[in-house]
């Protein structure tokens, strides 16, 4: 199966390099050619635009930043919708809002083609292994015609017959997400200020029924002062407006996602947006006059 990737940035490049390692035909496309230079090496072939990428394949994913580059690369010059085929799928991966799925999913379905959402909970480790969560949400005939990729990327999948619910899936996801790393940096800032060691506190939550992975993980990072980025806090910016968009459609107040939203606000302003999530923690650090490290 010849199979293109669009969008080879900090997930979507292991993806792809997942796919062309376990022997898949790849085609692929990256406004910055030179990311996809270990791909090229591997055997995957360089296309000039997603257009050329859906014209010589049945099936191109997508992983990229937002809801406009979606709609670009989906039905801009050069997109998607300009070399589809009647049997052709496009897959987006990426975090998006629901009204451009389900806009893309109609746009897609007057060529007599499909767009499919599924969206991805995991990090770089996880999409190099291959164990992302994977929600796939739109036609189940076209998802299940795509369950090899789909096995091979994750380590569990989920259909979800409307487009639109694996969109408001990932941004929930990413709800706790941004809300558990607010109360986790809240925690350390707060245990430093009175003097207790954050070690401890990571110690305690790891003991006790608040025991999550990421906890650990990020709380521990933080104490190295490690804020690599896994995962960009203009990103999780990003992704707080969209779960706030999406529950304003919906009629939802969520009052303390306003107040992570302001602290993401806050971070992106003091120049921390390419750091990692956690990298929020030192709004918190200034307004209290403390650093949270070992």
């Known amino acids: 199966m010849r199979i293109g990737f669009v969008g080879l940035g900090m997930m979507g490049k292991p993806m792809a390099l997942r796919l062309v390692e376990k022997g898949f035909s790849l085609r692929v496309f990256n406004r910055t050619r030179g990311k996809a230079s ?27 930043s937002d809801s406009r580059a979606l709609e670009e690369i989906s039905a801009g010059h050069e997109g998607v919708l300009e ?16 009204m451009t799925t389900k806009k893309l999913e109609q746009a897609y379905r007057k060529k007599g083609a ?30 299940h015609r795509c369950e090899s990729i789909f096995t091979l990327l994750g380590r569990r999948v989920w259909y979800l017959e409307e487009i639109t619910k694996a969109t408001h899936l990932k941004l929930i996801c990413n709800l706790f997400i941004a809300s558990m790393m607010t109360a986790l940096s809240e925690g350390l800032v707060l245990g430093q200020k009175v003097g207790l060691p954050s070690g401890t506190v990571l110690e305690v939550l790891k003991e006790s029924s608040l025991a999550a992975p990421m906890y650990q993980t990020k709380g521990e990072a ?12 203009s990103h999780m910016h990003k992704d707080v407006n969209l779960v706030l968009g999406a529950a304003q459609a919906a ?10 939203r302001e602290l993401y606000s806050q971070a992106a302003k003091l120049g921390l947006g390419k750091e990692d999530y956690s990298a929020v923690i030192k709004v918190l650090e200034r307004s209290a006059g403390v650093e949270v490290k070992s």
């Open 222 to 233: 933080i104490r190295r002062r490690d804020f690599v980025p896994r995962f960009m806090v």
């Open 251 to 260: 009629s939802v107040p969520l009052p303390v996602v306003n107040a992570v």
């Open 114 to 143: 499909t767009f499919l959402h599924a969206p991805v909970l995991g990090s770089v480790p996880q999409a190099t292994e291959g164990s992302l969560l994977i929600f796939v949400g739109g036609d189940l005939v076209t998802a």
């Open 38 to 64: 270990e791909l090229l090496e591997k055997g995957a072939i360089w296309c000039a635009s997603p257009r050329a990428i859906m014209e010589e394949c049945e099936i191109v994913i997508s992983m990229i």
């Open 83 to 98: 070399g589809i085929q009647g049997n052709g799928a496009h897959i987006d991966m990426s975090t998006v809002s629901p």
